[in-house]
């Protein structure tokens, strides 16, 4: 055999390996992932948006083929958390779990943070913080439709309560009564449950609320569930209106996702969106989150990015209008 016709025959031996490693997914990013992944949650343990988080990093451990361990990393407000993921090093081994308000609005409103939303790569959505609107027992309107008939009858005397100025659940209330041409009293408090238990007093007339909770209140004659800021009704609760049905079209939502820093490895941000994708769309995460109450709302990095810059001109056209 000539020596030139080995060559080739070795040449055509390696491409075909090659063709089928890569087909096999094993030289994608240096064979990223190839150890366990860390993924910030910027809130303590416990709390419904941590359960998501988890939920997902099970699923997305099993899609990847690597463990994917949640870390609470708490502190001004989920800033901290949010500020590790965007000075990670960019590898695709520490990641975000985080929601809209460290990750889009706090860097809005806020000029002292050590990183801004362009700072962090969106990966996808994952889900939402399912927000009703709940009005306290004492009040005569039982949906959403009566109460802005009501609103509309009593201007200015309605009151509700939110968890300070620029917040989403604020800025909700705000787009109700803008779509609606109502007016409304605010009342601030230090959170969404100190705002609840003073609508649950009667106090104030209506706040916000997550889903699963105020269902309890509801069940115990406390409260009544108005509607839901979401685009679908909601399965655990799909007898009441969503606002989109009453008339508000554009609203901020309180949803969640996964980030990446800036300039991240591009076969590692690759994997991490196949991954996620994966995990994000599967019945099993579907299954847990239904158990937990908590909606799967899975958006692809594509749709989570153009939603992300409407987020963003939303906000700073508020702060522009506001003085904020």
């Given at each position: 055999?000539?020596?030139?016709?080995?060559?080739?025959?070795?040449?055509?031996?390696?491409?075909?390996?090659?063709?089928?490693?890569?087909?096999?997914?094993?030289?994608?990013?240096?064979?990223?992932?190839?150890?366990?992944?860390?993924?910030?949650?910027?809130?303590?343990?416990?709390?419904?948006?941590?359960?998501?988080?988890?939920?997902?990093?099970?699923?997305?451990?099993?899609?990847?083929g690597v463990p994917v361990k949640v870390s609470n990393v708490t502190g001004g407000r989920g800033t901290i958390g949010a500020a590790t993921v965007a000075r990670a090093k960019k590898d695709g081994y520490e990641i975000g779990a985080l929601p809209i308000g460290p990750s889009l609005t706090q860097p809005i409103f806020s000029a002292k943070l050590p990183y801004s939303t362009e700072d962090l790569q969106p990966i996808c959505q994952y889900t939402y913080l399912p927000i009703v609107i709940i009005a306290g027992a004492h009040t005569p309107y039982k949906t959403t439709k009566e109460f802005i008939a009501y609103a509309k009858a009593h201007p200015g005397e309605v009151t509700f309560a939110h968890p300070g100025l620029g917040t989403v659940p604020y800025m909700m209330l705000k787009a109700l009564e803008d779509a609606s041409g109502i007016k409304m009293k605010g009342i601030p408090f230090k959170g969404l449950r100190p705002g609840i238990t003073a609508c649950v007093g009667g106090h104030v007339d209506i706040a916000l609320a997550v889903a699963a909770p105020a269902m309890g209140l509801q069940k115990g004659g406390k409260v009544n569930i108005l509607g839901v800021f979401a685009d679908e009704r909601m399965k655990l609760i799909p007898e009441v209106p969503t606002v989109v049905e009453d008339g508000v079209k554009t609203y901020p939502q309180v949803w969640s996702g996964i980030f990446a820093p800036k300039g991240i490895d591009p076969g590692a941000l690759k994997a991490l969106k196949a991954g996620f994708g994966k995990a994000a769309q599967g019945q099993a995460y579907k299954d847990a989150m239904l158990k937990a109450k908590l909606p799967a709302a899975y958006l692809d990095s594509t749709a989570f990015e153009a939603k992300i810059k409407t987020d963003i001109k939303y906000f700073k056209a508020y702060k522009a209008k506001s003085g904020k």
């Open positions: 055999m000539k020596i030139g016709t080995k060559k080739k025959i070795f040449l055509i031996m390696v491409l075909t390996l090659v063709f089928v490693f890569a087909g096999s997914g094993f030289l994608c990013a240096g064979d990223y992932p190839s150890k366990p992944i860390r993924m910030i949650y910027p809130f303590p343990a416990g709390s419904g948006g941590d359960v998501a988080a988890r939920i997902l990093a099970d699923a997305a451990s099993k899609a990847l």
